[in-house]
């Protein structure tokens, strides 16, 4: 065998082994019998925990795989792992891709199980939207005391939007940082719409009925 043929050989085996090579991407991790578990998310932050992420080897292929998963997708920004505790926290750009898509793709990549959210996530999940719905209550209730229950957040904050239009409008190129006028208008009808939907529906109803009635009158007293 020539020198040339030994170098060959050589470069070949150390590109097979390096870890984030063109061959080595291609080797998925064997399957894993442990879901990546979900420990707490909001909007660009998620913390991923698993067994496998504890005192990984240096070079351990689960770990590598994950966090070749995360960095090739459109929108991520950082990969921190806590070794001691197999926590990892990944951060990524909140409108560029979708939490659960990105946790999928690195539980499929690493050959975890799945992906399971935990109890304590859930719970944390529920009990902040039952507090922030309960306090846009307290709020809703006390603008309509206020208003001597004339008004509450229903028309209050489509009125906002609306006026947030005008001034839009007004102020044209030099809003600065205010959304176009008619963005703010069609947002407030949106919103005013949306709250109001049962009123509306009740309105449209009473509307037919009244045509109906009408045509009805009309059809009886044409002459036979």
């Known amino acids: 065998?020539?020198?040339?043929?030994?170098?060959?050989?050589?470069?070949?085996?150390?590109?097979?082994?390096?870890?984030?090579?063109?061959?080595?991407?291609?080797e998925r991790p064997?399957?894993?019998?442990?879901?990546?578990?979900?420990?707490?998310?909001?909007?660009?932050?998620?913390r991923i925990r698993a067994g496998a992420f504890v005192q990984p080897e240096k070079k351990s292929p689960v770990v590598i795989a994950a966090k070749n998963a995360a960095e090739t997708v459109p929108g991520f920004r950082s990969w921190s792992l806590n070794p001691k505790?197999?926590?990892?926290?990944?951060?990524?750009e909140p409108g560029a891709l979708d939490a659960d898509d990105l946790l999928k793709h690195i539980a499929k990549s690493a050959g975890f199980r799945g992906v399971e959210i935990s109890a304590g996530s859930k719970r944390n999940r529920r009990e902040l939207v039952s507090s922030f719905l309960d306090t846009?209550?307290?709020?809703?209730?006390?603008?309509?005391?206020l208003t001597g229950e004339r008004a509450d957040l229903r028309e209050l904050v489509p009125v906002a939007l609306a006026a947030v239009s005008v001034l839009s409008f007004v102020l044209h190129e030099e809003r600065g940082r205010l959304p176009e006028w008619s963005s703010a208008l069609w947002r407030s009808y949106?919103?005013?719409?949306?709250?109001?939907?049962?009123?509306?529906?009740?309105?449209?109803?009473?509307?037919?009925?009244?045509?109906?009635?009408?045509?009805?009158?009309?059809?009886?007293?044409k002459p036979r």
Request: glycine letters at 8%.
């Open 1 to 26: 065998m020539t020198d040339a043929e030994r170098g060959s050989l050589s470069h070949s085996e150390q590109e097979a082994t390096t870890p984030g090579s063109r061959s080595g991407r291609g």
């Open 190 to 221: 949106r919103v005013f719409m949306h709250w109001h939907r049962p009123e509306v529906r009740t309105r449209e109803r009473l509307g037919r009925q009244e045509e109906e009635r009408r045509a009805s009158v009309n059809k009886s007293g």
């Open 136 to 145: 846009v209550q307290e709020v809703n209730q006390v603008v309509s005391q």
């Open 85 to 92: 505790t197999g926590s990892v926290v990944v951060e990524y």
């Open 30 to 46: 064997k399957r894993i019998e442990e879901p990546l578990r979900l420990v707490h998310h909001h909007p660009g932050y998620l």
